[in-house]
């Protein structure tokens, strides 16, 4: 599906992504764009899929709990809705993915009075299932971090749908001469070269040549798509800790285009935050009303960087607006 993905980006046509509002059990075209289909996240399956298709109808689901109250979530099962909200399909009706997922317990056991109350005929003539029991209650917390969001979203799609975990480093990135994969393929286009690359590295095998030398091919991935590396030995001695499933990296690699496929070998690795860091950042200009809120906003700033939220480095200027003149 990632091989697809990246083919229809390349054509620029527009994905829908997953939603019980818009999606069907099996991938659909509207209006010139492909809606991505629900039964193609990792452990949903179909059937259970077009549960929540028929219960949806012609009425797209207004809320979560009127999503609980016409599907019964029993019959589609936890890890499939767990899925749903690690992919954002829930999106419409709740932005929070965190508090969905943390909400489908408390939904699935309301959705199963409900559908209880249905199979005993306990529906008031001009009401509907549910309508007589409380609301459940939602979870109360923070939605994931922009990373965690990614990482979930992932484990569901197989691949980033929505961003990628990279996309806040390009701009310090692209400064260091660091080119994306689309880049390095329409170069190697006039011949071989030698560039920089970033990516998030998803899987790493490594094997042994006939002459006992251990050598490896590292799954990556880019903002513009996916990619495989040939790691020889001596750079992958000196480069292992930095190419491990999940961390990022910048690559220097020699990049040649044989027929439709591009060859990578990498010659050194480096961890992406120093490398962003060595950019320098664009900077940081923050307007307040009063001076009053300078040394507030610059302990938060402070704690951002204790706590490893800041992924790099620049300059801070405060622009206060003084109303007195």
Not at 19 to 37: D, E, K, M, P
Not at 208 to 215: E, I, L, M, P, Y
Not at 271 to 292: C, F, N, Q, W, Y
Request: proline share 5%; net charge negative.
């Amino acid at each position: 599906l990632a091989v697809y993905k990246r083919e229809v980006d390349r054509l620029e046509i527009e994905t829908v992504p997953p939603c019980v509002n818009r999606s069907l059990a099996t991938f659909t075209v509207a209006a010139g764009r492909v809606v991505y289909a629900l039964g193609a996240l990792k452990n949903v399956g179909v059937e259970a899929m077009r549960l929540i298709v028929e219960g949806r109808g012609e009425a797209p689901f207004a809320d979560l709990v009127d999503f609980a109250r016409r599907c019964d979530l029993k019959r589609i099962g936890k890890r499939p809705l767990e899925m749903l909200a690690r992919a954002g399909a829930f999106d419409q009706l709740d932005p929070n993915r965190k508090r969905v997922f943390d909400s489908l317990d408390a939904l699935s056991a309301w959705s199963a009075a409900v559908a209880e109350a249905k199979a005993s005929s306990q529906v008031s003539l001009f009401g509907e299932a549910g309508e007589d029991l409380p609301p459940p209650r939602l979870a109360d917390t923070d939605d994931w971090l922009p990373a965690e969001r990614l990482a979930e979203e992932h484990r569901a799609v197989g691949f980033y749908l929505s961003g990628h975990p990279l996309d806040d480093y390009m701009p310090a990135l692209k400064r260091k001469q660091v080119m994306t994969l689309a880049e390095i393929t329409a170069r190697a286009e006039g011949g071989p070269l030698v560039a920089k690359i970033a990516g998030n590295v998803s899987a790493r095998q490594e094997k042994k040549s006939a002459k006992g030398n251990r050598f490896a091919f590292v799954s990556l991935s880019d903002p513009t798509g996916l990619y495989e590396v040939t790691v020889f030995s001596d750079t992958l001695e000196a480069a292992r800790q930095f190419l491990e499933p999940g961390m990022a990296v910048v690559l220097t690699v020699e990049a040649n285009l044989e027929g439709e496929t591009l060859k990578l070998l990498a010659r050194a690795a480096q961890p992406i935050d120093s490398v962003a860091a060595d950019a320098g950042g664009a900077g940081l200009r923050v307007h307040l009303e009063t001076a009053d809120a300078v040394a507030s906003v610059a302990a938060l700033l402070g704690r951002m960087v204790q706590e490893g939220k800041v992924r790099s480095q620049g300059p801070i200027s405060f622009c206060v607006t003084d109303a007195a003149r």
